[in-house]
C-alpha cells in the first residue's frame, strides 16, 4: 500500500501557473505508473497526465504542451507543472498511484485531492 498527500493547489488567473506535489508514503521506484487525475463539478474524473516506472509520459490532448509531469524518485514525490492555465482546467486534482499485479491485477491508489480554480 502506499499513502499520497497532494499540496499545490489554488486560486489563479488565467494565464498562470501552478505546480503540484504528490508525496508518497514509500518509496516510487516500484509503482508502475503514477498519475493525475482532474474532477470537475458534474464531470467524470479523466486522467490527466501519468509517467511510468522508466519515465515515459502520457498527456491528455487539452492539457499537452502545457503540463508537465515528472517524478523525483529520491524523494518519492511526482509533481505536475501547470502553464497557461485556463478555466476550464478548473478541477479538483488528484494523484495515482497504479501497480500491477499477477493475473493482470491492478491495485489503485488514490490521494484526497486538491483544488484547483482558474479565474477568467
Known amino acids: 500500500q502506499v499513502q499520497l498527500v497532494e499540496s499545490g493547489g489554488g486560486l489563479v488567473q488565467a494565464g498562470g501557473s501552478l505546480r503540484l506535489s504528490c508525496a508518497a508514503s514509500r518509496s516510487i521506484v516500484s509503482i508502475d505508473v503514477m498519475g493525475w487525475y482532474r474532477q470537475a463539478p458534474g464531470k467524470q474524473r479523466e486522467l490527466v497526465a501519468s509517467i511510468t516506472s522508466g519515465g515515459r509520459t502520457n498527456y491528455a490532448d487539452s492539457v499537452k504542451g502545457r503540463f508537465t509531469i515528472s517524478r523525483d524518485n529520491a524523494k518519492n514525490t511526482v509533481y505536475l507543472q501547470m502553464s497557461s492555465l485556463k478555466p476550464e482546467d478548473t478541477a479538483v486534482y488528484y494523484c495515482?498511484?497504479?501497480?500491477?499485479?499477477?493475473?493482470?491485477?491492478?491495485?489503485?491508489?488514490w490521494g484526497q485531492g486538491t483544488q484547483v480554480t482558474v479565474s477568467s
Open positions: 495515482n498511484a497504479r501497480t500491477f499485479g499477477a493475473l493482470s491485477t491492478t491495485y489503485d491508489y
